[in-house]
């Protein structure tokens, strides 16, 4: 089958198009907004120009039978932008359908969407876990724009031959991880201490070799198309065992001081920073238990192993 990866140079998308390439089943190509991002040379690349709803798709379609949708507007630290809705909107909503409108024109027989959990909402209790059937609560701009995202993609679909497949992932994380993660691993790296030693929450992850691997397996599974899938490592992990294993791989001393979690949430609240309480200090629980059953998937890497993994090449990185 001849597989589009969208964003293919996106973090993301350089592992899963290295690791289709390694199974060797596929022909592989991919599409880009720039000229200039840097992709691996091994598969054709097509250069797009800006996503949004006037992208011209068909010379990119044709002959691909399968679409992995990756690029993406993803979250923005400092956003300069006048309008940061209608930012998310033109990208992660209309350049979408525009893309799967043209997919439908071109005969492609599926398309997979990676959406994010987010999409579920920004936190679980410690007794719950977000699942396939849990009530969407967007929260924050970029979850938004992938929930409409996702409605819409349903509602084009559904006269038409072409299977849609959703996957919402929690954060990724690898060695080159961007955002807060990146961030997070630098200051790992430095031995600063933080205040996390009185946290006991839960969160799920997905180490990027695993949210590849399953989506390489949705690429031609017979039972993914039409589904929504919630994927994670199946290991969830507390703020503090993720420090730990982190620092430890990096050979670094860890130093956690005991904050009361009011202070820091009343720190961050005061600062308008809860997204940062919110990432570190509560739980997010994904039940991944219909992607392992349905279609047969266990995450080749274990979390701890995955994180050790992680600390050790961020360190070897920067030698």
């Known amino acids: 089958m001849r597989v589009l990866v969208t964003g293919a140079s996106g973090f993301l998308a350089r592992s899963l198009i290295n690791m289709l390439l390694s199974q060797g089943l596929h022909d592989v190509i991919g599409s880009v907004r720039s000229s200039k991002s840097y992709v691996t040379s091994e598969i054709e690349i097509f250069v797009t120009g800006e996503i949004n709803g006037d992208t011209a798709w068909d010379r990119v379609l044709e002959g691909v039978d399968v679409i992995i949708h990756t690029a993406a507007r993803a979250h923005v630290i400092k956003d300069d932008v006048v ?19 043209a997919a439908i024109r071109n005969n492609v027989k599926r398309f997979i969407f990676v959406s994010s959990i987010g999409v579920n909402g920004s936190s679980t209790s410690e007794d719950e876990a977000f699942s396939e059937v849990s009530i969407p609560n967007p929260m924050a701009l970029y979850a938004i724009s992938k929930y409409e995202a996702e ?99 990096m ?19 005061l600062l308008g920073k809860t997204s940062i309480y919110e990432q570190l200090c509560d739980s997010l629980v994904i039940d991944s238990t219909k992607a392992r059953t349905l279609l047969n998937w266990n995450p080749p890497f274990k979390v701890r192993d995955a994180l050790r993994l992680t600390g050790e090449a961020f360190t070897n990185e920067k030698l």
């Not at 309008?83 to 409108?101: C, H, K, M, Q, R």
């Not at 690429?219 to 039409?226: L, Q, S, T």
């Not at 670094?252 to 009343?266: A, E, N, Q, R, T």
């Open 83 to 101: 309008d940061p809705a209608s930012a998310f909107y033109e990208v992660n909503v209309s350049g979408t359908i525009a893309l799967a409108a």
């Open 151 to 249: 409605q819409q993609l349903s509602q084009l679909v559904e006269n038409s031959m072409m299977q849609l497949v959703i996957v919402r992932p929690p954060l990724v994380y690898a060695e080159d991880a961007p955002g807060n993660f990146g961030r997070l691993l630098k200051i790992v790296s430095t031995s600063f201490p933080l205040p996390f030693a009185l946290v006991k929450n839960r969160k799920s992850f997905i180490y990027r070799e695993n949210l590849s691997d399953f989506l390489c397996k949705c690429v031609d599974h017979p039972a993914a198309g039409g589904e929504l899938f919630l994927v994670s490592d199946a290991e969830d992990v507390s703020t503090p065992e993720l420090l730990t294993v982190l620092s430890r791989a």
């Open 251 to 269: 050979n670094k001393k860890l130093y956690l001081i005991p904050v009361p979690m009011w202070l820091m949430k009343g720190v961050t609240t």
